[in-house]
């Protein structure tokens, strides 16, 4: 079923509550993989009925970023949804989530001075402020997220903490394809050639795997052995790697407990993120 | 009934909704006084139960402003709500509130950057984040506000649409003693002759009703008309005098449709505030 209207949705989100149903969600931007496939059917699994949000999201864009050109295509997101087992799937008009004269922010500081947040000025506060509202219109009992977008489930952790938003928070694993790239809606942006060249990415973080099992702790020679890899293919061009604190997101100089280690490279034109959480005897 | 844990409260309020019972909340700082007993009454005339918050919330007051010296008697507090009618109070500690790390703001631009919000930097950040967090905890119906705090209320009904949070912003009348002073919490700082002096407040504002009942709409005569009444206190210093859109509070300089006239002044050095609204036509 496809809704647009927030009226609508409340109202049958409602009765599914006043019949004592679970309401599992998964925010989307639309243009879905197999990953968001995998994040509903743990939704399922887990909750009586399934919202999907494909709402592309401008406010989470910057200027000169690609909110026009960003995929979308409503019959096949709603045939996958469907398929996966949601109940419903909302996609509304950009005028239904935002009025002209809008004038709240919600902001999580420091973890969102870093990584993707450092590079795209601004992106997280889209995140966050879309978030809210779905989720205030939605008021799932578990919200679904990918952890690619691994900053993205640090920040709305730590939002949601914070705000007493009474729901709980699940991150997915990445799902790849076969060859090891990361499912991601901009993988459609690649050629032939940048679709080969962007298996270094996730073949660079097998490389810091290795180190890691040959015990290596210290952050920056990681990140040096993580780069070496990635300068091996002439179309990648680095935006950052990191190895930071998987709850604050801050520098780690030496492995000690649990950290994300998350890099995003340019493959042409196209901007790709990937990333892995090392746990400390265990990955 | 006192609650002071979250998690209780939560799961009370849970128990009664699903015997489809309506929820009305109150949030106030505590030293409680007729204006908030009124509130507490419309509330239970309007809900099947209601929910009494009494936090002196720490994040809305500036460095140099009376969090410590703030009023608090929390036994007489929990005698006026339960006379009243309400079903339960709310008395969290603030680390029940709030993170050592916390990271998530919650910010209304332009609607703040004027009146008290120009003069209490970060005061509506404050007020912003624990009314969110607090409605995301009782997840009412309807939430009680008075009109003193008539910035307040304007920034609250665009946060509350802005975020899509479900529950409806109800602004109550001023409650004034018998001398036209409006009932404050603060009013228990002034001495005997600051009490007196504190009158010229609400006298000011009904010299500009007179005005406007006189046809007078330029607004800078108005403020004009206050501020000489004022001036005739010699205990009283003005913060500021205002004639504002009633909802985005933006300057008027011609009073063609509804504004709100808010006045702030110091009586010694207690801060005290007082406003009305002008309705076309009718006041």
């Given at each position: 079923?496809?809704?647009?209207?927030?009226?609508?949705?409340?109202?049958?989100?409602?009765?599914?509550?006043?019949?004592g149903?679970?309401?599992?969600?998964?925010?989307?931007?639309?243009?879905?993989?197999?990953?968001?496939?995998?994040l509903?059917?743990?939704?399922?699994l887990?909750?009586?009925?399934?919202?999907?949000?494909?709402?592309?999201?401008?406010?989470?864009?910057?200027?000169?970023?690609?909110?026009?050109?960003?995929?979308?295509?409503?019959?096949?997101?709603l045939?996958?949804?469907?398929?996966a087992?949601?109940?419903l799937?909302?996609?509304?008009?950009p005028?239904e989530?935002?009025?002209?004269n809008?004038?709240?922010?919600?902001?999580?500081?420091?973890?969102?001075?870093?990584?993707c947040?450092?590079?795209?000025p601004?992106?997280?506060?889209?995140?966050?402020?879309?978030?809210?509202?779905?989720?205030?219109?939605?008021t799932?009992?578990?919200?679904?997220?990918?952890?690619?977008?691994?900053?993205?489930?640090?920040?709305l952790?730590?939002?949601?903490r914070d705000?007493?938003?009474?729901?709980?928070?699940?991150?997915?694993?990445?799902?790849?394809?076969?060859?090891?790239?990361?499912?991601?809606?901009?993988?459609?942006?690649?050629?032939?050639?940048?679709?080969q060249?962007?298996?270094?990415?996730?073949?660079?973080?097998?490389?810091?795997?290795?180190?890691?099992?040959?015990?290596?702790?210290?952050?920056t020679?990681?990140?040096e052995?993580?780069?070496?890899?990635?300068s091996?293919?002439?179309?990648?061009?680095?935006?950052?790697?990191?190895?930071?604190?998987?709850?604050?997101?801050?520098?780690?100089?030496?492995?000690?407990?649990?950290?994300?280690?998350?890099?995003?490279?340019?493959?042409?034109?196209?901007?790709?993120?990937?990333?892995?959480?090392?746990?400390?005897?265990?990955?």
């Amino acid at each position: 079923m496809l809704v647009k209207e927030i009226k609508e949705l409340r109202s049958l989100i409602k009765s599914w509550k006043r019949e004592g149903l679970s309401v599992g969600f998964v925010p989307t931007m639309g243009a879905l993989h197999k990953g968001h496939e995998s994040l509903i059917k743990k939704a399922v699994l887990e909750n009586d009925k399934v919202v999907v949000s494909v709402f592309v999201n401008p406010t989470q864009f910057g200027p000169n970023e690609d909110y026009d050109s960003y995929p979308r295509d409503i019959n096949k997101d709603l045939a996958l949804c469907l398929n996966a087992g949601a109940a419903l799937v909302f996609n509304p008009e950009p005028s239904e989530m935002y009025f002209d004269n809008k004038a709240t922010t919600v902001s999580v500081s420091s973890l969102t001075s870093v990584l993707c947040g450092a590079k795209r000025p601004g992106h997280f506060d889209g995140v966050c402020l879309v978030v809210s509202k779905l989720l205030n219109i939605v008021t799932p009992d578990k919200a679904y997220f990918g952890e690619k977008d691994a900053q993205q489930v640090a920040v709305l952790k730590r939002m949601v903490r914070d705000l007493n938003i009474d729901v709980e928070i699940v991150a997915c694993s990445i799902i790849r394809e076969e060859d090891g790239l990361a499912k991601s809606s901009r993988n459609t942006y690649l050629s032939k050639d940048e679709r080969q060249a962007a298996l270094i990415l996730s073949k660079s973080l097998e490389r810091a795997k290795d180190s890691l099992k040959n015990g290596e702790r210290n952050a920056t020679k990681l990140k040096e052995v993580i780069k070496a890899e990635l300068s091996k293919e002439p179309l990648a061009k680095i935006d950052y790697v990191e190895i930071v604190d998987s709850d604050s997101l801050e520098n780690v100089e030496t492995i000690e407990k649990n950290v994300l280690i998350p890099i995003a490279v340019y493959i042409g034109k196209t901007r790709l993120i990937d990333n892995f959480t090392f746990k400390i005897y265990t990955y």
